[in-house]
């Protein structure tokens, strides 16, 4: 079992920086890989990155390459997502979610077991 409880989320202008972070708790020597997706209002979610379970290999969404960096701190149990440049389209509820089947880096959302409530971010332009 592992719990996953996201913050950090806000409102911003265009341009401007955020940057959300999860925080996981499960059995110690768990290894799952960790995922962030986001749900803007009337539409499905969507992949945006995700990080593997020991923080060495990443992968992103096209639409944010180059703007967001996923980082993943063991020791303290975090996942960190800083969002730069964001723009009016990053607005949407950004959850994060974890994999068990850590042995592969998967960007599709049926995956991952365990979510967490979610963290808004409003981007105003």
């Known amino acids: 079992q592992v719990q996953l409880v996201e913050s950090g989320g806000g409102l911003v202008q265009t341009g401007g920086s955020l940057r959300l972070t999860c925080a996981f708790s499960g059995r110690t020597g768990d290894r799952f890989n960790i995922a962030w997706f986001r749900q803007a209002p009337g539409m499905e979610r969507k992949f945006v990155s995700v990080v593997d379970w020991r923080g060495d290999v990443t992968d992103y969404a096209d639409s944010v390459k180059g703007r967001f960096a996923i980082a993943r701190d063991n020791m303290k149990r975090l996942v960190h997502l800083q969002m730069n440049s964001l723009k009016p389209e990053d607005t949407a509820v950004y959850y994060c979610?974890?994999?068990?089947?850590?042995?592969?880096?998967?960007?599709?959302?049926?995956?991952?077991?365990?979510w967490g409530q979610g963290t808004p971010v409003t981007v105003s332009s």
């Open positions: 979610a974890a994999d068990a089947n850590w042995n592969v880096l998967s960007t599709i959302e049926p995956d991952y077991e365990y």
